[in-house]
C-alpha cells in the first residue's frame, strides 16, 4: 500500500508515542527488546491497548485487552474504521491529499456497527469504541502487529484493514506515528531486502524493470531471469504437481513447521534431490540425499542483519566455528565454483560493498560508518546524509510532486477462518510461541530451561471441566488432518472454546500434523492460527505429570 517493504518507525519513536496498540501481537515473550521500549513509553503514559484471542503476557501490561475470537479482526478494524469515521475522528486533510478510495472505504464499514462487531468478534462494544477514539484522538500513535494477523486465510487483507486506520487519522509519515509489522528473526527484513524474495533483485528492486536487471546483468556478468520465481507455497504445489523435483535448503526446517506436517513430507521424500545445509541434523534433514552441516552460527561469522526498525547493523565474529563447520557465504561460493563460477574467495565486506553499489537504498553505508553510527536505517542515499528515522514523510508534503503517489484504502470482505467449527470439530486451536522456546525447536530443544516443560495442549478451565479432565493427563488432540497426543494444562489466559499449543516440540508432540494449509493467496502463509479440533480421553494418563502449569509456563 506505501509501495516499500518494512515498518515505518524507529523503536526510539515507540517510546515517545501516546498510544501503542499490539494487534496479533505477544511481543512480551516474542519480541523482548522491542517490548521493552514499549514500556518506555507506558511507564511514560502512553496508553496500551492488546488485541488478542488470549490475555497474552503483553495484555496483561495493557490498559486494555480486546480479547476477540480467532479470524475476527477484520469485523473489528472495519468497527475501528465505522466509529472514527462516524465521529468525524478522521484526518480529513490528510485523507483528501494523500490517499484515495475514502468513499469505498465509507461505504464498505457502515454495516459494521459496535453492536454488530460485538456480536462477531466477541470484545465489547465499549472497548472498541475506546480503542477507536483513544487511536484517532491521540498526537501520536503506534499499530504493531505480527501473525495474529498475518497467518491467516486471508493475512493480507487483515493487513490491509489495520492500515485503514493509520491512513484514515494520519498516523503515518511522522515523528512518533507508524505502522510496525514486526519481524520473526533478527534479519527476515535483511533477507527480502538482499533480494532472498521471489519478486526483487537486492535493495528491494523489481525484478520486472529492464533498467534494474541490466544494472545487475552488467556487475554479475549473467543475464537476469525476467520473470518472478516461486515462493515457498508456490514451491511445494510445484512439487505435487512434479514441476519441481530438487531442492536446497538453507536454515529451515520445513519437515517441522509447515502446515500439515504429513503432507510436506510426502513433498519433501518424494524429491529426487534434497539438499540440506543447517547446523543440525533436523528433521528436514534425514530426509535429505546430501547434508551441508557446515555452517557456522550467527556469532562464528562476519556481515550485517537489519531488523524491524530497517536498521542494518554489524554483526562480528566473536567465536571460532567448531570443527569442521564453516559460513555459510564459502559454502554457497564452494557450490558455485563446482558449478563452474569462481567468484574468488569475497569477504563479507566486499559482498557488503557490492550490495552498496547497486542498491541505492544501502549506498550510504559503509562498514566503517555502520560501527560509528550503531548501525543506519534504511533508506541511506550517500555516505554524508542519513534520512529522518520513520518513512513515508512524503505524504504530508502539499507540493504534489514530493508528495508522490497516495496511498489507497482497502475496503476488505470478511472471510472466517477456512477449517470451521462444527460437533466432530468443535474448539479452536490457535498455535504460537512462548518466551523460552524458539521456532521448531531445532536451536532451544535440546537445552533444559525452568521454565519450560515440553508441550501440552492449553485449556480453559471450563473446558476442562466440561470435558471431564485433570491438568497433566494425556488426551488425544485431532484435527480433520491428524492426531497427536499431550498434556492437559490449564491456562487461566483462555476463554471456553479457545485451545493452545506451541511449535516448539515437534519431536514429541507435532502440532503442524494438526495445522490447515489454506495458504493466503498474495502472502503464501498458511493458516496456522486457526485450526478445529476435538479432545478425546486416552483412557490412562501416562504423563506422570500432576500439576498445571502457571498460564504460558513462563513466571
Ligand atoms: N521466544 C520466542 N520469540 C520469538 C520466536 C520464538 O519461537 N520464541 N519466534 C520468532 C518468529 S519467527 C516470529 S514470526 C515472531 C512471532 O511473534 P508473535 O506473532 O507475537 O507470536 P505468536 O505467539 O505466534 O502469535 C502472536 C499472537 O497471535 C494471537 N492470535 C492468534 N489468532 C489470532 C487472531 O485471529 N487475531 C489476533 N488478533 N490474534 C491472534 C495468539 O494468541 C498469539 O498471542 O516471534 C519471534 N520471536
Ligand atoms: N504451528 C505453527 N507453525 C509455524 C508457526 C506458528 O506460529 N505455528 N510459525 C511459522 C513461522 S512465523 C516461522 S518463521 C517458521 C519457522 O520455521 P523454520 O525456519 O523452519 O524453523 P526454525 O526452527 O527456526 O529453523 C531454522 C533452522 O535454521 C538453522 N540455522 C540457524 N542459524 C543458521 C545459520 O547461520 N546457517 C544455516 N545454514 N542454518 C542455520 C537452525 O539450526 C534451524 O534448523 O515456522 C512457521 N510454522
Ligand atoms: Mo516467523
Redesign the pocket.
Known sequence: MFGAGGGTSSYREIEDTDVVIL?????R???PIFFHHVLKAVHKGAKLYV????R?RSAQWADNWLG?H????IPLANAVAREIIQHNLHNTAFVERATTGFAELAAAVEPWTLERAERETGVPASAIRELAHAYAQADRAQLCW????T??HNATDNVRALINLPLLTGHVGRYGSGLNP????NNVQGGGDMGAIPNRLPGFQDILDPEIREKFARTWGRPIQPSYGKHLTQMLEAMDSGEMTNAYVIGENPVQSEADAARTVARFSGLDHLVVQDMFLTKTAELADVVLPASASWCETDGTVTNSERRVQRVRQALTPPGNARNDIDIIGDIARRLGHDWGDPGAEQIWDELRSLSPMHAGMSYSRLAELGGIQWPCYSEDTLEPPYLHGRLWESDPDKRGSPAPFAAVDYRPPVDGLDEDYPLRL??????????TGVQSGGFSSPMRDGEGIDLSSEDVARLGLRPGERVTITSRRGSVVAPVRIDPTLRAGLA?MTM?FPDEVDTNSLTIEATDPIAGTAEY??TAIRIDKLGSDTSGRSEALPASGVP
Open positions: 494487534w496479533g501481537s505477544n511481543a515473550e516474542t519480541h488485541v488478542d484471542p488470549r497474552t476477540l480467532v479470524g475476527t479482526d505480527t501473525l495474529g494477523i497467518e491467516h514486526l519481524r520473526g528473526q490457535t498455535t504460537g510461541r512462548r518466551l523460552d522456546s524458539y521456532n493452545f516448539h492460527k486457526a
